[in-house]
């Protein structure tokens, strides 16, 4: 259910979106009058794009949240970052299925073809496709490109749910779906994590989720304010995923150059929380499971090199 390539208009925003405005609209969106927003049960047929430049002061506080050296060099989590605003923009568009606020995060996939650095100008497109039945309600991806003059430089797919929501926009009727990023190479993935020889334990703040909202202008209320949270279910703030999994990637070796980094998210992190990250040799380079002290499984994924 999704628009080919050849079939999506291409609108180029003059200025980066505001993370503020998407909000606004998210919020706008779960009014009653905005119940027929859904665009006839598909996504989009649209690639959202403008340019940007990573700014040196939010690049510095990135590194340092994360516990990085402060480089020119840009982090593979920072790019998302850069990119979200327009992945946003996207879906909080009218005629966007699925309603953004209570999306649940299942999965990030970036394959990253060069290291990028300050000063470069980044071309940045994001779109929509996959919308689909799963065994909890629907799922879709949206698409972030990163391009460095003529060359894909950067490509990340993040996978979302919409609980109890069929692709139609009606309630879920129990379809059976694949949960992203399942399967054998993930149970792989974890037994040589959970076996590996490395071990990194985080104490994570109450006021982590404000911190990483500080510096990346995700202010995603279920992340920073307990009675945020209590709306979509949880006694208290919950970790931003795209934080937990760029912790994880900044504390494993680093393969360098071009590189695949997935995450595929379980339990959120209540926070204040402490996180057991574990990780071992996998496929060439490293997959990590990262669990509660309980044992409960918050995420898990790799980070290997590859060819370009």
């Known amino acids: 259910m999704s628009a080919a390539a050849h079939d999506r208009e291409v609108i180029r925003l003059p200025a980066p979106p505001r993370l503020a405005d998407s909000y606004r609209a998210a919020l706008r969106g779960t009014l009653p009058a905005a119940a027929g927003r859904t665009g006839g049960g598909d996504v989009p047929a649209v690639t959202l794009a ?9 690049l510095t506080a990135y590194q340092h949240l994360l516990g990085l050296p402060a480089t020119d060099s840009l982090p593979a989590g920072y790019v998302h970052v850069l990119g979200f605003p327009l992945a ?101 993935e974890a037994q040589s994590a959970a076996a590996g020889p490395g071990q990194h334990v985080w104490r994570l703040g109450a006021d982590i989720g404000r911190r990483y909202a500080t510096v990346t202008g995700d202010r995603n209320p279920i992340h920073t304010s307990r009675a ?61 499971v990262a669990r509660s002290r309980s044992g409960k499984p918050h995420l898990q994924g790799h980070v290997r090199p590859t060819d370009s």
């Open 88 to 188: 946003m923009t996207l879906m909080t568009r009218r005629d966007f299925p699925l309603p953004v606020l209570g999306l649940v995060h299942l999965a990030n996939r970036v394959v990253q073809r060069r290291p990028l650095h300050l000063g470069e100008d980044l071309d940045l497109a994001a779109w929509a496709d996959g919308l689909r039945p799963h065994r909890r309600g629907t799922v879709v991806d949206v698409h972030l490109v990163a391009r460095a003059g003529d060359d894909v430089a950067w490509e990340g797919t993040s996978t979302y749910l919409a609980k109890g929501r069929s692709p139609g926009g009606t309630a879920a009727a129990g379809e059976a779906g694949p949960r992203a990023g399942a399967g054998a190479d993930a149970d792989a």
């Open 50 to 58: 403008h340019t940007a430049r990573a700014d040196v002061a939010t």
């Open 228 to 288: 945020g949270a209590r709306l979509f279910g949880f006694p208290r703030p919950i970790a931003h995923g795209m934080y937990t999994a760029a912790r994880a990637l900044a504390e494993l070796p680093h393969p360098g150059g071009a590189f695949e980094w997935t995450a595929e998210f379980a339990k959120p992190v209540l926070l204040p929380g402490t996180v057991v990250l574990r990780f071992g040799p996998y496929g060439g380079g490293w997959s990590y």
